[in-house]
């Protein structure tokens, strides 16, 4: 058993975050990936089927590294021959008066990102079963879709393991020392690196205790997925008017 040795960088959480940094990081460099659960595990916010990836977003800057984002998955799919994005579009709706969704078409827009707006009746027309007030419209992003989560967190970590990194799991980090050195211990070994990158989601501030830091950090969770489905049969949507739909908290906005 590997239970004590010396890498470049060590990178505490393996979810979809850790997994990618800790691969790009093993391109140029020897990496350890810790994580305290057995993999795979639904104990983070990475297991699953799927999630939905999208441009359409209130905020710019997200839209800007989206951008970016769907060339890695591309790469990802080429580098490991595996289906990871599957195009579905996805259809916002939104009151015109609403910020929100005013700042999500203008961020579209501004990107030249290919999509479509549609009144009310725009949208009854094309979805029969969704009848929606005459001050709500939509915008259609038809770039956006779902990655399939647990196979695209798979496929990373076997690449990570390709170009040389180490994956250990089940391990709970009980101790960090900084120095020249950052030392790691955990409940099976000790490990030491130049560099040490946690991406431990909510376990993060329990983490940095450790070395006698916090952060400003609120751990959100779903407590309730409120979803809109569609009956293909019932309202005689066609294939290629299926959309991925969910309900987004921004108040007169959902999508």
């Known amino acids: 058993m590997w239970g004590q040795g010396e890498v470049d960088t060590i990178v505490i959480g393996a979810g979809i975050q850790g997994s990618y940094t800790a691969h790009h990081l093993s391109r140029h460099s020897k990496t350890l990936l810790i994580d305290q659960f057995a993999l795979p595990h639904a104990r983070g916010s990475s297991h699953g089927q799927t999630r939905i990836i999208r441009k359409a977003y209130a905020k710019a800057y997200y839209t800007d590294m989206m951008m970016e984002c769907f060339q890695l998955w591309k790469q990802l799919e080429a580098e490991t021959n595996t289906e990871l994005f599957r195009p579905t579009g996805l259809l916002v709706m939104g009151k015109e008066g609403n910020p929100s969704f005013q700042a999500m078409k203008s961020t579209l827009i501004d990107n030249n990102v290919p999509m479509t707006t549609l009144t009310s009746a725009d949208i009854s027309k094309r979805f029969p079963a969704v009848k929606l ?51 790691v211990t955990t409940t099976a070994g000790i490990y030491r690196a130049k560099r040490l990158v946690i991406t431990a989601g909510p376990w993060t501030n329990q983490l940095l205790n450790l070395v006698g830091l916090q952060l400003p950090l609120t751990v959100v969770g779903l407590s309730r997925l409120q979803s809109i489905c569609v009956n293909a049969r019932n309202a005689a949507v066609t294939q290629r008017d299926r959309q991925h739909l969910w309900r987004e908290g921004m108040g007169d906005v959902s999508g």
């Open 133 to 183: 007030p005459k001050d709500v419209s939509a915008l259609l992003d038809k770039t956006a879709g779902i990655l399939y989560a647990d196979r695209a967190l798979k496929n990373v970590q076997d690449l990570f393991r390709r170009f040389g990194g180490i994956i250990r799991d089940g391990e709970q980090v009980v101790k960090i020392q900084p120095g020249d050195l950052v030392t």
